[in-house]
């Protein structure tokens, strides 16, 4: 038995390979293989695939729900609250909550996370062992050598490897509430928007039947004499603005009407729903929080996420500082077999001569006959 030992430098040169003799008892072996398979059952993935820390952050900031929609059943609940809310005249609110149920580009950013979990199990297990036989046979001769390697380099920077995987893992999370929160916000601007080019377009239609009745009030005027031309022309002209404005707010109320679906991310059936026809009342008053500033960059999700790449940007270079000299280490157990046959008599020429021969040289030798191959 002996350990076979590869070593190579980190700027790409030859591997060396050494082999050391050992003997292996059956409690080390198996010690051996006990660690590894702790090792290998101490990381798990998430029960909720990383969705803990993406519901916290919408129930705090938006007080609302965000789920990842990953089966039949889960799809059909979600559907179903989404048509409840549709039901009844949409708010703000409601909007944000269908958004966040709805938006297909949320549900990939929440699927993006369940790949990085599993990069993060990955990336703290322990590599696994090449095991490798091979048989070679020449002529008579059989020689069979069985080898058992594993990456020593991988096993020593496990524990700094994990970490780093945590990391990236929390900051995967980081990323879907801030995906979640960028939704929310797009809804929620959209609605407004939505309200309030609704809201103008009642205004306009208000202000064109009253432009209306002046225009045909100053023509009647103007038959009497009471109002001239000139009069005439502005009112008329005033009629034709207001006109070509309710035609411009139409539009955009029809645009922003789009804004809002995309940002709800509706479609078929479910665009019939209804929005109210004047925005909310404005506050009184300003309300004033003491150290907002302070609290909102505290509370920022993308710096959070920018703190977190500058000490996964440290831990890195320090882990590549520690393997920069040797990268390559592996280890493992290594057996060789060879098997070769006992000399054998050859002999040239009829059976009936080689028979002859051979009978003549064993019994001159004195010795135990060997196995007789005749070849004609």
Known sequence: MSLHVRTSDAAGGPAATRAFRFEFGTVAILASLGSVILLSGCTWFAPDAGMGVVTTIAQQELNKDAAAIRSPEE?????????????????????????????????????????????????????????????????????????????????????????????????????????????????????????????LIQFLTESQSAAEAATKLAARLGETGAMNKLDQAREQVFYADLTAQLATARQREASEREALIRAMGLSDASLDFKLPNALPAVPRRVQTLAGIEVDAVSRRVDLQIARIELDLLAKSYGLTQASRFINILDAGYADKLEKRPDERFLCAGSISDCKSRYSTSARSASARPRPLICSR
């Not at 708010?91 to 949320?106: I, K, P, S, Y």
């Not at 790949?115 to 001769?141: K, M």
């Not at 096993?155 to 900051?171: D, K, M, N, V």
């Open 75 to 199: 799809a059909e609940a979600a559907s179903a609250r989404v048509r409840r809310l549709l039901g009844r005249p949409l708010t703000a609110d409601a909007a944000v909550q269908v958004a966040l149920l709805n938006n297909r580009g949320l549900q990939a950013a929440y699927n993006e996370l369940a790949i990085a979990d599993a990069e993060r199990v990955g990336e703290s297990l322990p590599p696994n062992p090449t095991f490798s036989w091979r048989r070679i046979q020449s002529g008579p001769a059989l020689e069979s050598e069985m080898q058992l390697v594993t990456n020593i380099i991988a096993l020593a920077t496990l524990p700094a490897r994990s970490e780093i995987a945590a990391e990236r893992f929390h900051q995967a999370q980081l990323r879907a509430a801030e995906a979640t929160l960028h939704v929310a916000h797009e809804a929620r601007r959209a609605y407004y928007r939505a309200v309030a080019a609704r809201e």
